[in-house]
């Protein structure tokens, strides 16, 4: 603790910004109302005492009762404990970049990347960040919504209209055009690491390594670029993959009303059914415009 004279009216604690939540709990536990801050997670307005979180890390006490209140925050957080868990490519500042929608017949395909240094993998995971396939879709768009206003992000959508020529543009291949689109993606947030940049590109592997290498050119010196398998269990690369399912949903939304009609996710006998009703409404043209023509399903329809 520090703070400059006057009685302890104002005192600064210097903490993690995983922390914010943590305050904000105990606060709530006070029954202290909070409210929104410029910069800042919230403030609160105790009794003597007005404290302000702001995203720097500092938490910053001011009123006459600042002392009491700085000794009761401090002790009602855990002690720190040491962080055991392993992450693919150890602690440090991270893009990490994840797809949505390539499984799905209908809607877009999503590349979405999302920056975050190590300290702030906790408030991730504390705002329930985890695979998007464990997380409901309302409360992906939710999540989405505040790590794109909290965190460095990036995303490309590919809308079937755009989607199916680019396919045909990359060789017929799905894992190429991701390629693509993971390394314009990676390539906006690169910046973000630093000056000079120093830190981890994280992507969950899904074909040849050297195709995203390819994609990405030569990384900055001190920038690695590591692929691994269910790349999800990092919290950064989850948030992307948040980002990326909540992009997809709505352009799933967008297709539907374009469609005239509620188009499923998935590419299974539902998203066959519907298919048909969409060419008997719109014939091939507007198959096109919602859907990956180059699926199994659309053989069939015609």
């Not at 505040?146 to 396919?167: G, H, K, S, V």
């Not at 799933?252 to 066959?272: D, H, I, V």
Request: aromatic share 6%; proline share 8%; with cysteine.
């Amino acid at each position: 603790m520090k703070g400059p004279g006057g009685g302890g009216k104002s005192i600064t604690l210097k903490l993690p910004t995983g922390k914010a939540r943590q305050v904000e709990e105990i606060l709530q536990a006070e029954g202290v109302p909070l409210e929104p801050c410029d910069y800042a997670y919230f403030r609160g307005r105790a009794q003597g005492c007005v404290l302000t979180f702001y995203k720097s890390g500092k938490l910053l006490l001011q009123g006459p009762l600042a002392e009491a209140w700085a000794l009761r925050v401090a002790g009602g957080l855990p002690e720190e404990k040491e962080d055991r868990r392993e992450f693919p490519g150890g602690r440090r500042p991270t893009i990490g970049s994840d797809e949505s929608g390539k499984g799905d017949y209908f809607g877009p395909l999503v590349v979405a990347a999302v920056y975050a240094p190590p300290d702030q993998w906790d408030l991730l995971q504390r705002a329930g960040v985890q695979d998007s396939k464990a997380v409901s879709d309302r409360k992906s768009l939710t999540l989405a919504g505040w790590i794109e206003r909290e965190f460095p992000t990036a995303q490309r959508t590919l809308m079937p209209e755009e989607y199916n020529p680019a396919w045909e543009a990359a060789d017929r291949n799905l894992n190429k055009l991701m390629a693509r689109l993971h390394g314009e993606v990676l390539k906006e947030l690169l910046p973000r690491l630093g000056d000079p940049p120093r830190g981890l590109v994280l992507v969950d592997k899904f074909g040849p390594k050297a195709r995203v290498e390819n994609e990405m050119g030569d990384l900055p010196e001190g920038v690695e670029l590591l692929q691994v398998p269910r790349a999800e269990v990092h919290p950064v690369v989850a948030a992307a993959s948040i980002v990326a399912r909540a992009r997809f949903l709505e352009g799933l939304e967008e297709c539907s009303r374009e469609a005239a009609t509620k188009l499923p996710k998935g590419s299974g006998p539902a998203a066959k059914n519907t298919a048909a009703r969409v060419v008997e409404i719109g014939g091939r043209k507007l198959l096109a415009k919602v859907a990956k023509l180059h699926f199994k399903i659309t053989p069939g329809l015609f």
